[in-house]
């Protein structure tokens, strides 16, 4: 059946949702999605996207407009109500219980049973084990959620939902945390979910994927509705300058650049967690002033362990890290802040303070660093210096918030990396460690980070940059590394390699021969 010939299964007309005091959110938005479709919503960071799709889900009251589900007028009254009418929501933040294991957050809530109501915990075990296995995740079930990394714990949250075998999926950038070989396993689950009737509704600020994936776009900019249209009848090119309104570019901008002295070097790294196992082996490599050295692996070949060991957060058990000369192996994290900016991949727990003002988030670290934000031999904050501070972020950066001193959780998420990014990026630090600088942002931002990072080699600032993203990595690294089961397989000149051949790295190891 063609897609436009399906019937309209959700239909929202006229939503408005402001946020106080003053923020409008969604601006007479009317969208309808069909049953057996797979239809992405895309836009800038904070074009509305997520509030459309929470209201939805009864996660968030509308000011205005009706919502149809199976043309009768429905109102959830919480998203329990909307599970039980068979509409399930994946988030782009995490919202498991670290203390419980995965098998335990996938079945919570749907837990298998036998005699007297006891839990079969050896039947929610095999349950869950058979969606990973289905889908190649990788994960082990009686792993504590608190003990996986970021991607990982992405996995949990979309096997959660696909779990309770919802009909109608919301997806908000499911893929976002997850490596090019897992993405296309997820679409194709989602493919025969479509074709057995279920809707997705996909958030992605991917177009590539979007336009692989889906059936139908609809377009949001700045709260209002742009359009809707087929993946078949548009371009990359085309749903960008709807999202942005203007052209973007996606080929290469990285341009020639002389390279100056070592700034950074990890010397004979080798680490082993608490179980003896062997995470990074013998890890030698440097970044020169002037250079952006990239860092692709599938998730799990040793680059949480990298990062923490760059930051202090872990000790290898030999080697050492050095920042312009300096051994910096034994250093405090304060010091090692005197000479390096850090963007984590986990903004949410590692980048920032969710409820603290969105203008002490931006002044974390400069106002260590920097007399102008300190009084009184820094007891306490210049506040007129904050203020100001957090004006050139918003305006560099192009931070859709409302007042400095709101709560840092009530920005979307790409607008939280937008602040995370403008404040680490601002420090004038020899070192830059960028791990997922662009996760969950939009063309526009993306092109406009890859501007500023370029901006920053060019200031003959060393760059590391870890992507699960190899377009990115491609388009403005100068050298490429592959991470392999905790070892460097590979040192390149990106203008001398393939996407093809870092592939075969980082799932083989070595370059596939014909």
Known sequence: MDNNDKPVLIDMQHVVKVFPPDVVALNDVSVDFRQGEIHAIVGENGAGKSTLMKILYAMENMNAGEIFYNAKPVHFQSTGDAIA??????????????????????????????????????????????????????????????????????????????????????????????????????????????DNGHTILFISHHLDEVLDLSDRITVLQKGKMIGTVTSKSTSKKELARMMVGREVIFSSIRKPCQHGDTVFEARNICYRDEDKVERLKDINFTVSSGEIVGIAGVEGNGQFELVNTIMGLITPQSGSIFVQGKDITEEPILERRKLLSYVSQDRKTMGSSASAPISENMIMTHHKLEKRFQKWNGL???????????????KRFSVNMGAPGAPFQSLSGGNQQKVILGRELSLSSPFVLLDQPTRGLDVGSIEYVHEQILGMRDQQRAILMLSSDLDELFRIADRLLVLYRGKIVADLITGKTTINEIGYLMLEGTIHEN
């Not at 003990?147 to 992405?154: F, K, M, T």
């Not at 306490?380 to 918003?394: D, Q, Y």
């Open 85 to 194: 009418n068979g509409i399930g929501m994946v988030h782009q933040e995490i919202l498991l219980i670290p203390e419980y294991s995965i098998w335990e957050n996938v079945v919570l809530g749907l837990e298998p049973t036998r005699g007297f109501g006891k839990l079969d915990e050896k039947k929610a075990i095999a349950d869950v084990l058979e969606k990973i296995d289905e889908f190649g995740f990788h994960l082990d079930p009686l792993a504590l959620v608190k003990d996986i990394s970021v991607a990982a714990q992405q996995k949990v949250e979309i096997l959660k939902l696909l779990y309770r075998n919802v009909s109608v999926l919301i997806m908000d950038e499911p893929t976002a945390v997850l490596t090019p070989q897992e993405i296309p396993q997820l679409f194709d689950e989602l493919r025969r979910l479509r």
């Open 380 to 394: 306490v904050l210049n506040f007129h210096e904050v203020t100001k501070f957090a004006e050139e972020i918003r």
